[in-house]
T-cell receptor, first 112, second 115 residues
Framework: SQQGEEDPQALSIQEGENATMNCSYK?????LQWYRQNSGRGLVHLIL?????REKHSGRLRVTLDTSKKSSSLLITASRAADTASYFC????????????FGTGTRLTIIP | GAGVSQSPSNKVTEKGKDVELRCDPI?????LYWYRQSLGQGLEFLIY????????KSGLPSDRFSAERTGGSVSTLTIQRTQQEDSAVYLC?????????????FGPGTRLTVL
């Protein structure tokens, strides 16, 4: 079964608007990462947030983590057409285990 | 520097044939991962290599799947007697030291189609 599940599965917004994607997971984690995938090929790492962090920023990206609710959100501000992609969260299932488990992804479409 | 490369980029094969997929990780990265992604789905972990340790094969779906990593660098994923359900994009990733906080760098993938 999937450790992480993104919500919504698909999201379409107008260029310039903010996009919010959510990730829920089931077991305790050490850290959570967000990745982007263009055109169904290789993934690109966006940001990592540790379990003792609540919020992290990187450029137009803002990630939050609520370990009590076992959930994370990724906010992309001032969206651009180039942000169109699938976004995945990834968690390390067992504390200290190097293996990441990826969620099912959110397909984001930015409408010019 | 060069990123992770994979070959071939596309592979079409007939059911029952064997296929080999290759991954060249980033030089110096000790950890290497294989994932499978079916159409519109998330990534499914297959196997993980870290240095000289025994690989974590817990994600391999059947004994038709095997992988090796020679010399701690290049890796080959072999699928024997391919089935139609093996059709997917196979992604390879490497990371510097394999810790859970490490960034995984992905290759472009191999799209496998089994007819």
């Amino acid at each position: 079964s999937q450790q992480g599940e993104e919500d919504p599965q698909a999201l379409s917004i107008q260029e310039g608007e903010n996009a919010t994607m959510n990730c829920s997971y089931k077991t305790s984690i050490n850290n959570l990462q967000w990745y982007r995938q263009n055109s169904g090929r290789g993934l690109v790492h966006l940001i990592l947030i540790r379990s003792n962090e609540r919020e992290k920023h990187s450029g137009r990206l803002r990630v939050t983590l609520d370990t009590s609710k076992k959930s994370s959100s990724l906010l992309i501000t001032a969206s651009r057409a180039a942000d169109t992609a699938s976004y995945f969260c990834a968690t390390d299932v067992n504390f200290g285990n190097e293996k990441l488990t990826f969620g099912t992804g959110t397909r984001l479409t930015i409408i010019p | 520097g060069a990123g992770v490369s994979q070959s071939p980029s596309n592979k079409v094969t007939e059911k029952g044939k064997d296929v080999e997929l290759r991954c060249d990780p980033i030089s110096g990265h000790t950890a290497l991962y294989w994932y499978r992604q079916s159409l519109g789905q998330g990534l499914e972990f297959l196997i993980y290599f870290q240095g000289n340790s025994a690989p974590d094969k817990s994600g391999l779906p059947s004994d038709r799947f095997s992988a090796e990593r020679t010399g701690g660098s290049v890796s080959t994923l072999t699928i024997q007697r391919t089935q139609q359900e093996d059709s997917a994009v196979y992604l390879c990733a490497s990371s510097r030291d394999g810790s859970s906080t490490d960034t995984q760098y992905f290759g472009p993938g191999t799209r496998l189609t089994v007819l």
